[in-house]
């Protein structure tokens, strides 16, 4: 069990680009998540997947931000055309179904972004 | 809607007293997850306590204990003999079901200094 890891750690940009995160959740979990979290906030979900099916979208999601997980397995978060007030940690956190309501969540360390 | 509230932004505690640090929640739904997380300075979240909305007892996990009173929805955590590396950020944070999406909403936070 090598934990949740997530790349890159740090990411700086310029306004209107594009960035990709991406995220390995621990190898038997089907569930993998997506928060963001800005200074001084606890996390803010931002969308869900169960295998490779996304479930759920917050509507934080803006049609800027897209996330897949291709084959269940790792997942990516896309953001484009950047904006100052993108800038956040991005967590990702996976967890093993084990039935409603009790699911722990692992989380990795985040991507910290940001927008210059 | 599902909300979490954390109204303790920082506390103190000395080393090796206990701490009770506050949540208190608000959901219809009639099953529901209530749940703990650290977040030390490095930024991974850590799963620390979990309490089932129809549980009977407290739930408690090594020095961490949950307060859970349903009536007031409250869930507090409570630390025993706080150790230096106690000193982080804690999220109360929880998982209802059709109303909640199935997804876990968190708290502001608290910060919690340890003193030597």
């Known amino acids: 069990d090598t934990g949740v890891s997530q790349d890159p750690r740090h990411k700086i940009t310029k306004r209107g680009q594009n960035v990709t995160f991406r995220c390995d959740p621990i190898?038997?979990?089907?569930?993998l998540y997506w928060y963001r979290q800005t200074l001084g906030q606890g996390p803010e979900f931002l969308t869900y997947?169960?295998?490779?099916?996304?479930?759920?979208k917050s509507r934080l999601l803006s049609d800027r931000f897209s996330a897949e997980r291709p084959k269940g397995s790792f997942s990516t978060l896309e953001i484009q055309r950047t904006e100052q007030g993108d800038s956040a940690m991005y967590l990702c956190?996976?967890?093993?179904?084990?039935?409603?309501?009790?699911?722990?969540?692992?989380f990795g360390s985040g991507t910290q972004l940001s927008v210059l | 809607a599902q909300k979490i509230t954390q109204t303790q932004p920082g506390m103190f505690v000395q080393e090796k007293e206990a701490v009770t640090l506050d949540c208190t929640y608000d959901?219809?739904?009639?099953?529901?997850?209530l749940f703990w997380y650290k977040q030390p300075s490095s930024g991974e979240m850590i799963f620390l306590i979990y309490q089932g909305s129809y549980d009977q007892q407290n739930a408690t996990e090594g020095r961490y204990s949950l307060n859970f009173q349903k009536a007031r929805k409250s869930a507090n955590l409570v630390i025993s003999a706080s150790q230096l590396g106690d000193s982080a950020m804690y999220f109360c944070?929880?998982?209802?079901?059709?109303?909640?999406?199935?997804?876990?909403?968190f708290g502001a936070g608290t910060r919690l200094f340890v003193k030597a």
């Open positions: 190898s038997e979990h089907n569930r």
């Open positions: 959901t219809s739904d009639p099953s529901y997850g």
């Open positions: 956190a996976s967890s093993l179904e084990q039935g409603f309501p009790n699911e722990k969540l692992f």
């Open positions: 997947f169960q295998n490779e099916a996304q479930l759920e």
């Open positions: 944070a929880m998982r209802g079901d059709n109303t909640g999406g199935f997804k876990t909403i």
